[in-house]
């Protein structure tokens, strides 16, 4: 199988899908024309990630890892979700394919962009450089075929 | 249940072609090089076979050339023409955009080596004329190498009067008909072809095995050197067991093949009729000029992939051309050579079809593509932007 079976029953029963609309924060990451956007929502009380949200286009695995991403930050302190790894996401989904690592890089850039955005909303001070600028297709050449 | 529409990536190899096969196994299972009566008994089935294959495209014996497969049959193809070509100081040749790998990826590696390569377009219905043929002739042009019907969208090139053309310029023509043999009418001598690959396990034949029609006069050039067989043009022992089964299997296919087209043409139309209901949806390529059994159709503001995944879970066996099932990042080469942009590219199925599908099976396909394509979309942040208006609707 491409995939292991934690990453199936996440893509097939995903946790966590749907909007937000009264989201504290919320980020965007990815590119339609590289084949995946993730987009998560969080809801955030008294600096604890109560509740979180995802809309993913994308393949499989970018199903799978937004889906596990939001589980596990959620209840967790906004700094130790900041803390999240791509690894971590790897490692709980029983592993990804080598191609398919990329999709664990926007989960973890997502969950960022979500909290990036919760401190801008909120006036909280924070360092720039950990934050990517959302565009997976900047850290992913397009193979130009040779 | 498992409903197999995925035969343009391969099909189930036919009873009749695997009893071909069998003797060959153990009963006649001589090396056709030996002098002895076993490997001359073994030389006949070969002889046979290559004799059987030739009638059903219309060619001369002696112009079969036994291979591994398509790959190997168009890059031996190809390379012999940019050789013979080379001697004559022509070095350009014509393509499309849309080849097949084998062909595109030949073809850069001779441009590497200093040819040059016109790949015309193929515009949005997915065929190229054979006046753009002509006009993209130059007098140093050493081959035009055009596929016969695409595998991706299944449309079908003006094979003989592209043929035609290149008969009257004095330029081989080499056509990669790896999708269009056993399923469409080929006869090389009336559509002026000069080389054509086909492969077994496109028409229900076995794996590993196809062949390289070349026209008497062509020179070809070795790919694999080592010892005198077929006709010291391809080395390593003759495939005997899959040869008997290729010869089968077209045999077969050819037999049956108006009957077995006129009825998987009904199936693909019940499909794209049922599909094209669905909501910015696209068929890709012409619907007229194509293969009997393709199908191949875009879902706005979804991926391919997970797409094919939640069909393989309802037991349904698809293709497509996203980025995430071609191991890169771009989508397919031949929905983009179409003018799709990416985003829409990702999101394509191809659902390819045999006379062993049956119509129960179409309205299983017909019930579950809409349901996982709903699905997909309302998790889709793509498609909420499209929805909402944030973003418009490309198709």
Not at chain 1, 59 to 76: D, H, L, P, Q
Not at chain 2, 140 to 148: A, D, F, H, K, N
Not at chain 2, 175 to 187: E, K, R, Y
Not at chain 2, 228 to 242: D, L, V, Y
Request: glycine residues 8%; contains cysteine; hydrophobic residues 40%.
């Amino acid at each position: 199988m491409l995939y292991s079976e934690k990453v199936m029953d996440h893509f097939k029963n995903p946790r966590n899908v749907g909007k937000m609309d009264d989201a504290d924060g919320v980020g965007e990451v990815g590119n339609a024309k590289c084949g995946d956007i993730m987009k998560i929502y969080l809801k955030i009380e008294d600096g604890i990630i109560v509740d979180a949200k995802f809309n993913t286009f994308g393949c499989g695995s970018a199903i799978a890892t937004s889906s596990m991403a939001t589980e596990m930050i959620k209840g967790k302190k906004v700094e130790e979700a900041l803390e999240l790894t791509n690894k971590a996401v790897v490692e709980a989904l029983d592993g990804l394919p080598p191609a398919k690592i990329h999709c664990s890089v926007l989960a973890e850039e997502a969950v960022k962009a979500a909290i990036k955005n919760y401190y801008d909303k909120n006036g909280i001070e924070y360092d720039k450089k950990m934050f990517c600028d959302g565009d997976c297709c900047h850290c992913h050449a397009h193979d130009d075929e040779e | 249940m498992t409903i197999y529409a995925d035969n343009a990536a391969t099909t189930k190899t036919s009873k009749k072609a695997i009893e071909a096969m069998l003797p060959y196994f153990d009963k006649i299972y001589g090396n056709p090089s030996s002098l002895h009566t076993v490997g001359q008994e073994a030389k006949e089935a070969l002889t046979e076979a290559r004799e059987r294959i030739a009638k059903c495209l219309g060619a001369e014996t002696n112009e079969i050339y036994f291979t591994s497969g398509g790959s190997e049959a168009d890059n031996q193809a190809i390379v012999s023409a940019a050789v013979n070509g080379a001697k004559k100081d022509k070095k350009h040749i014509i393509s499309t955009k849309f080849e097949h790998h084998a062909v595109l990826h030949t073809l850069k590696k001779l441009q590497k080596q200093g040819y040059e390569v016109t790949y015309l377009d193929v515009h949005e219905n997915g065929i190229v004329t054979a006046n753009e043929v002509k006009a993209a002739i130059k007098p140093e042009t050493c081959l035009v190498t055009i596929m016969y019907a695409n595998n991706e969208i299944g449309t079908i090139q003006p094979i003989a009067e592209i043929g035609k053309v290149c008969r009257e310029a004095g330029v081989p023509f080499h056509t990669d008909a790896v999708q269009a043999v056993g399923h469409l009418h080929i006869d090389v001598k009336e559509q002026n072809i000069d080389m054509l690959s086909l492969s077994a396990h496109k028409f229900h034949g076995p794996k590993g095995v196809g062949a390289l029609y070349v026209k008497k006069g062509i020179i070809l050039s070795n790919i694999i050197e080592g010892g005198a067989q077929e006709r010291g043009k391809r080395a390593g022992t003759e495939n005997i067991p899959e040869i008997m089964g290729m010869a089968a299997a077209l045999e077969d296919a050819i037999a049956d093949l108006d009957k077995n087209s006129a009825y998987v043409k009904g199936l693909r139309d019940k499909l794209i009729e049922g599909l094209s209901k669905i909501p910015h949806a696209k068929i890709n390529g012409d619907l007229e000029k194509r293969l009997p059994g393709n199908v191949n159709i875009c879902f706005e503001g979804i991926e391919g992939e997970s797409l094919l995944l939640l069909l393989d879970a309802h037991g349904i066996c698809a293709s497509s051309g996203s980025a995430c099932t071609s191991g890169s990042l771009d989508p397919s080469h031949v929905l983009l050579s179409l003018g799709l942009p990416h985003e829409v590219a990702h999101g394509s199925l191809r659902l390819s079809l045999c006379e062993e599908n049956t119509e129960e099976e179409i309205d299983v396909i017909l019930e579950k593509v809409p349901e996982v394509v709903n699905y997909l979309r309302n998790m889709s942040p793509v498609w909420e932007d499209l929805e909402s208006g944030k973003k418009a609707h490309i198709i």
